[in-house]
């Protein structure tokens, strides 16, 4: 048996309730959660009743007899590899309030998922005491972690205040969350009515500041008051035009670094529309405080549409062909948390992976770093957390992806490249490519080559256009980013509008677009091409002689190159399945697009070496406190 973390609690019962204290010089690491802060969240990913029943709310599980209850899960773990190998914690303290009577033990696994007993406990006809188990992080350099266990056989155990917490090194760094907004008003307000919804986790920052950059200001509605007046006087909000997710989050980076060192404030930056899990404030200001050296400290990315599902637990960029996100290897991906192994084991992060970078939904950025690397380039958005985390590499400071601290996020297989953003992601990657490689152009141009050509004989005339653009204002040099890549993001934006096929179309639209049926008959790939270059070479010689299928419908998993290719106008699938595009052969803007991106590309690769030198000398302006003060019109 189970309920909701809100079905019986509100808000005002969860600040009044009392709460034992952590002893005078230890930190609160890690709570022990049984549920999630939503119903929509499965809770398996945070405890496991393995056999018998139990009833589990957010911060208690009441075992039946015969009942075991294990907390080996993704928010249950304590990730003690990480720990091991970025901090010099030598010990963690789990903790509980237990009523009833049962054991209580203290797990721990190596990196082959071999389990050991570190600590257990009998209780008996216990009423609130508190029970204390203790484990050495001592071996787990190259994997394994902790979690607590709970069993009853006759009697009946209640659990609750489960508490993880490590002798501090040093006191919490005032930190402050940095929110940034564009006309996502409800997705904005959930997440911070989510803070507000968790007083304790709150209380590990200093403030929230929101940085409103749309059209559809968030102070507008009635809700916005409700939700400040809950968050007690901690939040901030900001108006400004719009400069981007990096000019979002910078200005509260820019805010928290105002002044002289000591009276500058970490920030963990956070997107608007993810569902929120109150308990990264506490893991990841945590952790910031124990490691070593300063340390840019994520939250990793869970799939909002299947929360079950971890995107990828630690990724990098292969920065001279233009592609982020790739995974380390040995990182999950696309990992259902709910799973198990062939051995029957829980799928979990066992062995450590380090990050190259962290995406910008949760990162923690000590604000050591920021005087050391300065500020994030005004690259309007993509690609700016990527170029951070590389710069940071450079100087020596490491980004780690931390397991067990996570936020659900709309997952990025749902979302279609032929969309205008897919400028800056191509624009940014060469400027990046340019800071942070040789930059010789040979790879790169041979990316984008491939790239180009895939996309022509794909009929993806606008995205074949928005590629060249990217290129040419790439050549442009620094000044593409005076004012911050707002003009360059309307510009995009009409230059696309002259493409029928990047506009979206809802499926009560389908018969406007079709002679009858047949046109819309569903035709799959039948697989990836074993010799890829002929393949393309094929289709293009079919397109010249005017060879193919008049018409078909296409869904989006099948709409690959060389299968869209096939036809003079295929109904495709967008890949958020809310609607479809049309592509048609047009022999006129094959030619014209085929032409430009030739000319673009050979001056990227003769002039590429030299713009990459005036990045190089520029970057430093660029990322300046000074720059981004003009950017806000600001007098700094």
Same mark, same amino acid.
């Given at each position: 048996?189970?309920?909701?973390?809100?079905?019986?609690?509100?808000?005002?019962?969860?600040?009044?309730?009392?709460?034992?204290?952590?002893?005078?010089?230890?930190?609160l690491?890690?709570?022990?959660?049984?549920?999630?802060?939503?119903a929509?969240?499965?809770?398996?990913?945070?405890?496991?009743?393995?056999?018998?029943?139990?009833?589990?709310?957010?911060?208690?599980?009441?075992?039946?007899?015969?009942?075991?209850?294990?907390?080996?899960?993704?928010f249950?773990?304590?990730?003690?590899t990480?720990?091991?190998?970025?901090?010099?914690?030598?010990?963690?303290?789990?903790?509980?309030?237990?009523?009833?009577?049962?054991?209580?033990?203290?797990?721990?696994?190596?990196?082959?998922?071999?389990?050991?007993?570190?600590?257990?406990?009998?209780?008996?006809?216990?009423?609130g005491?508190?029970?204390r188990?203790?484990?050495?992080?001592?071996?787990f350099?190259?994997?394994?972690?902790?979690?607590?266990?709970?069993?009853?056989?006759?009697?009946?155990?209640t659990?609750?205040?489960?508490?993880?917490?490590?002798?501090?090194?040093?006191?919490?760094?005032p930190?402050?969350?940095?929110?940034?907004?564009f006309?996502?008003?409800?997705?904005?307000?959930?997440?911070?009515?989510?803070?507000?919804?968790?007083p304790?986790?709150?209380?590990?920052?200093?403030?929230?500041?929101?940085?409103?950059?749309?059209?559809?200001?968030?102070?507008?509605?009635?809700?916005f008051?409700?939700?400040?007046?809950?968050l007690?006087?901690?939040?901030?909000?900001?108006?400004q035009?719009?400069?981007?997710?990096?000019?979002?989050?910078?200005?509260?980076?820019?805010?928290?670094?105002?002044?002289?060192?000591?009276?500058h404030?970490?920030?963990l930056?956070?997107?608007?529309?993810?569902?929120?899990e109150?308990?990264?404030?506490?893991?990841?200001?945590?952790?910031?405080?124990?490691?070593?050296?300063?340390?840019?400290?994520?939250?990793? *990315?869970? $799939?909002? #549409?299947?929360? @079950?599902? /971890? +995107?990828?637990?630690?990724?990098?960029?292969?920065?001279?062909?233009?592609? !982020?996100?790739l995974?380390?290897?040995?990182?999950?991906?696309?990992?259902?948390?709910?799973?198990?192994?062939?051995?029957?084991?829980?799928?979990?992060?066992?062995?450590?992976?380090?990050?190259?970078?962290?995406?910008?939904?949760?990162?923690?950025?000590?604000?050591?770093?920021?005087?050391?690397?300065?500020?994030?380039?005004?690259?309007?958005?993509?690609?700016?957390?990527?170029?951070?985390?590389?710069?940071?590499?450079?100087?020596?400071?490491?980004?780690?992806?931390?397991?067990?601290?996570?936020?659900?996020?709309?997952?990025?297989?749902?979302?279609?490249?032929?969309?205008?953003?897919?400028?800056?992601? *191509?624009? $940014?990657? #060469?400027?990046? @490519?340019? /800071? +942070?490689?040789?930059?010789t152009g040979?790879?790169t141009?041979?990316?984008? !080559?491939?790239?180009?050509?895939?996309?022509?004989?794909?009929?993806?005339?606008?995205?074949?256009?928005?590629?060249?653009?990217a290129v040419?204002d790439?050549?442009?040099?620094?000044?593409?980013?005076?004012?911050?890549?707002?003009?360059?993001?309307?510009?995009?934006?009409?230059?696309?509008?002259?493409?029928?096929?990047?506009?979206?179309?809802?499926?009560?639209?389908?018969?406007?677009?079709?002679?009858?049926?047949?046109?819309?008959?569903?035709?799959?790939?039948?697989?990836?091409?074993?010799?890829?270059?002929?393949?393309?070479?094929?289709?293009?010689?079919?397109?010249?002689?005017?060879?193919?299928?008049?018409?078909?419908?296409?869904?989006?998993?099948?709409?690959?190159?060389?299968?869209v290719?096939?036809?003079?106008?295929?109904?495709?699938?967008?890949?958020?399945?809310?609607?479809?595009?049309?592509?048609?052969?047009?022999?006129?803007?094959?030619?014209?697009l085929?032409?430009?991106?030739?000319?673009?590309?050979?001056?990227?690769?003769?002039?590429g070496?030299?713009?990459?030198?005036r990045?190089?000398?520029?970057?430093?302006?660029?990322m300046?406190r000074?720059?981004?003060?003009?950017?806000?019109g600001?007098?700094?």
């Open positions: 048996m189970l309920r909701t973390p809100d079905d019986t609690e509100t808000l005002a019962d969860r600040a009044a309730e009392p709460r034992r204290q952590d002893a005078p010089g230890r930190l690491v890690q709570r022990g959660l049984f549920f999630g802060p939503s929509l969240v499965p809770e398996d990913l945070y405890s496991k009743v393995e056999c018998g029943a139990a009833r589990r709310t957010r911060r208690t599980v009441e075992l039946s007899p015969a009942t075991r209850v294990t907390t080996n899960t993704y249950g773990r304590f990730h003690a990480y720990w091991q190998r970025w901090t010099a914690i030598p010990e963690v303290e789990a903790s509980a309030t237990v009523t009833g009577t049962g054991r209580v033990r203290l797990y721990a696994s190596d990196t082959n998922k071999v389990w050991r007993i570190v600590d257990a406990q009998d209780v008996e006809n216990a009423d005491r508190v029970v188990l203790v484990g050495k992080i001592d071996r350099v190259d994997g394994g972690g902790m979690w607590l266990e709970f069993t009853t056989e006759r009697g009946e155990l659990v609750t205040d489960v508490r993880w917490s490590v002798a501090a090194p040093r006191t919490l760094a930190t402050v969350v940095g929110i940034c907004t006309n996502r008003v409800e997705d904005c307000l959930n997440t911070m009515q989510a803070l507000a919804d968790d304790e986790a709150l209380t590990t920052v200093e403030h929230v500041q929101v940085v409103d950059q749309g059209t559809d200001p968030l102070e507008s509605r009635t809700r008051a409700e939700v400040s007046a809950a007690g006087g901690k939040l901030r909000y900001v108006r035009p719009n400069l981007g997710g990096a000019g979002g989050f910078t200005r509260t980076i820019f805010d928290a670094t105002r002044g002289p060192a000591e009276e404030r970490d920030v930056l956070m997107d608007d529309d993810v569902l929120l109150p308990e990264i404030l506490v893991r990841l200001t945590a952790f910031a405080a124990c490691t070593t050296h300063p340390t840019i400290v994520g939250g990793q *990315m869970l $799939n909002l #549409l299947h929360p @079950a599902y /971890l +995107h990828i637990a630690a990724e990098y960029a292969d920065i001279e062909t233009l592609r !982020a996100g995974p380390i290897p040995g990182a999950l991906k696309e990992a259902n948390l709910l799973g198990t192994d062939k051995q029957g084991r829980p799928i979990v992060q066992e062995r450590r992976v380090d990050t190259a970078y962290n995406g910008w939904w949760a990162c923690l950025i000590p604000a050591e770093i920021v005087r050391r690397i300065g500020y994030p380039l005004p690259m309007f958005f993509q690609w700016d957390d990527v170029e951070y985390g590389y710069r940071a590499r450079a100087h020596g400071i490491p980004t780690v992806a931390l397991p067990g601290a996570g936020v659900w996020h709309a997952d990025f297989g749902w979302k279609d490249w032929d969309e205008w953003h897919r400028y800056f992601n *191509m624009r $940014n990657a #060469l400027i990046t @490519a340019a /800071l +942070h490689t040789p930059f040979h790879r141009v041979k990316e984008l !080559a491939t790239l180009l050509g895939h996309y022509l004989v794909a009929m993806h005339y606008g995205l074949a256009a928005t590629l060249i653009k040419e790439f050549l442009e040099g620094p000044k593409s980013m005076n004012d911050g890549s707002v003009a360059a993001a309307a510009e995009i934006r009409k230059i696309r509008s002259a493409y029928p096929e990047t506009v979206i179309h809802a499926m009560a639209e389908l018969p406007e677009h079709t002679r009858d049926f047949r046109d819309t008959e569903v035709v799959r790939d039948r697989g990836t091409p074993g010799m890829p270059r002929a393949t393309w070479a094929k289709r293009v010689a079919y397109q010249i002689a005017g060879i193919g299928r008049d018409s078909a419908f296409v869904p989006a998993g099948d709409a690959h190159w060389w299968h290719s096939l036809f003079k106008r295929a109904i495709v699938t967008d890949m958020s399945e809310m609607g479809f595009r049309v592509r048609e052969r047009d022999a006129a803007k094959t030619k014209d085929a032409a430009r991106g030739l000319k673009a590309l050979k001056r990227l690769y003769k002039e070496p030299a713009v990459a030198q990045y190089r000398e520029a970057a430093g302006e660029l300046s000074g720059n981004w003060a003009r950017l806000y600001l007098d700094d």
